[in-house]
């Protein structure tokens, strides 16, 4: 996503397409986008730099959104005709000619998700699609779309700054075989250690309407960041690594998606993976993490709303 959304001026094209390559030689194979990230723009991008590579690489794309002429945003839209014009444009727009995973980004109120269930059901018959997921859906949405189509992923914020799917969500998907994908597992880049309250983000970079990321928000959760920073200097390994090696060392289904523009950050991330957390060093984590109280909401009023339906 912040490749060239939602992440202040977009970098220089040829270089983001270089560091996918140079993702996929480092081993990573799994790929998040969605025709909202631009829009449309991120699933042109991807579909270039992973085509010599398709074969090797998973690649996920949501719907769920009104998108009018220009890609102007308009309100939820997961109607059947909506969701196989998304399908379709988006097969287009990656270069190939199935979507591996194809989440509905955000519940749709006014339809039924036995219908938004049915309807890739019937793109997976197509052979359009291989797989259905959802995005910061509720557990009855979720059981309701599974006994219609076996959900593959779902997909939900989750960090140690975040851990509300931990009461539901996980219990209901390790019952069900249902993946969990975790997106900004680094908190935005807040967990990184690279921000606090003196921070200025750039025009079109979201976090700066982002109530979790006011100065006043940002200050007050530096505490989340100094435990991180405090194992990571006992382990020789950044924050932004302790973090990832917190998530993945939850559940072997729990997939953490961090997003980066930079080398030496997707080298960081990936450093992650070969980390070991002993049980002490998690259950230190999770408890002193348990008493810091975390300050700001996730998303603006209008925005909560879409999620955990």
Same mark, same amino acid.
């Given at each position: 996503?912040?490749? !060239? ?6 970098? +220089? ?11 996929? *030689? ?5 790929? +998040? ?74 519940? +749709? ?35 309701? *779309? ?57 025009? !079109?970079? !979201?976090? *700066? ?61 990936? =450093? ?23 300050? =700001? ?13």
């Amino acid at each position: 996503m912040g490749m !060239n959304h939602h992440r202040g001026p977009p970098p +220089d094209r040829g270089a983001m397409i270089s560091l996918i390559a140079e993702a996929v *030689a480092r081993g990573v194979t799994f790929f +998040d986008t969605a025709e909202v990230y631009g829009p449309f723009t991120n699933e042109a991008l991807v579909g270039e730099a992973l085509a010599p590579f398709r074969r090797q690489v998973t690649i996920a794309t949501k719907f769920g959104f009104d998108l009018g002429p220009g890609g102007r945003r308009g309100g939820l839209n997961s109607r059947p005709e909506r969701i196989r014009q998304v399908a379709d444009e988006s097969l287009k727009r990656l270069r190939t000619d199935v979507i591996d995973l194809f989440y509905q980004h955000r519940v +749709d109120p006014d339809v039924p998700i036995e219908e938004v269930a049915g309807t890739v059901k019937d793109l997976i018959a197509a052979g359009k699609v291989r797989c259905f997921g959802l995005s910061e859906a509720g557990p009855q949405t979720i059981r309701r *779309a599974h006994a219609v189509q076996p959900l593959a992923a779902l997909q939900s914020e989750y960090s140690l700054w975040w851990r509300e799917p931990e009461a539901e969500i996980l219990p209901l998907c390790a019952e069900l075989g249902i993946g969990f994908v975790a997106f900004s597992p680094l908190g935005r880049g807040f967990l990184t250690g690279a921000i606090d309250e003196t921070t200025d983000f750039s025009q !079109n970079d !979201n976090r *700066a309407d982002l109530p979790r990321f006011t100065p006043a928000a940002r200050r007050a959760n530096l505490p989340i960041v100094e435990l991180l920073q405090i194992l990571g200097t006992q382990k020789r390994a950044s924050p932004a690594q302790i973090a990832l090696a917190w998530l993945l060392a939850r559940e072997s289904w729990i997939v953490p998606i961090p997003g980066t523009t930079k080398l030496h950050r997707l080298e960081e991330n990936i =450093g992650a993976t070969a980390m070991a957390l002993s049980a002490a060093e998690l259950r230190q984590l999770a408890d002193a993490a348990a008493q810091i109280t975390v300050v =700001g909401d996730r998303y603006p009023q209008a925005e909560a709303a879409q999620t955990s339906r």
